[in-house]
Nanobody, 128 residues
Framework: QVQLVESGGGLVQAGGSLRLSCAAS????????LGWFRQAPGKEREFVGS????????YYADSVKGRFTISRDNAKNMMYLQMNSLKPEDTAVYYC?????????????????????WGQGTQVTVSS
């Protein structure tokens, strides 16, 4: 099973930018799809974005579309989330995740249950 570690979170003012990173160890990212999810206090974990094994297909939540960009570097076993034009409602713990199991594991997904490996999360706080 892959181990995932997020980094890059912090405190930023509204309108600012942050870049989150997700590093994998234990096994290669490739050929698994990856995703970012977030959880705000008192709310359920929600989908942010997902990327397929090659990086050619990405999905985004409507709330972040046009502001956030997911990318991956399979050679480095790294995934990134570039977050621009941040809003206070983006405040949450952000988790990276990797699909596992058999079958469609290379395809991007918006469903948390499709992801078998999760990081510990990194806090993002956006002040108004």
């Amino acid at each position: 099973q892959v181990q995932l570690v997020e980094s890059g979170g912090g405190l930023v003012q509204a309108g600012g930018s942050l870049r989150l990173s997700c590093a994998a160890s234990g096994r290669t990212f490739n050929p698994y799809a990856l995703g970012w999810f977030r959880q705000a206090p008192g709310k359920e974990r929600e989908f942010v974005g997902s990327i397929n094994w090659s990086g050619r297909t990405t999905y985004y939540a409507d709330s972040v579309k046009g502001r956030f960009t997911i990318s991956r570097d399979n050679a480095k076993n790294m995934m990134y989330l570039q977050m621009n034009s941040l809003k206070p409602e983006d405040t949450a713990v952000y988790y990276c995740a990797a699909r596992g199991g058999s079958g469609s594991y290379s395809y991007a997904s918006k469903v948390a249950a499709d992801f078998g490996s999760w990081g510990q999360g990194t806090q993002v706080t956006v002040s108004s």
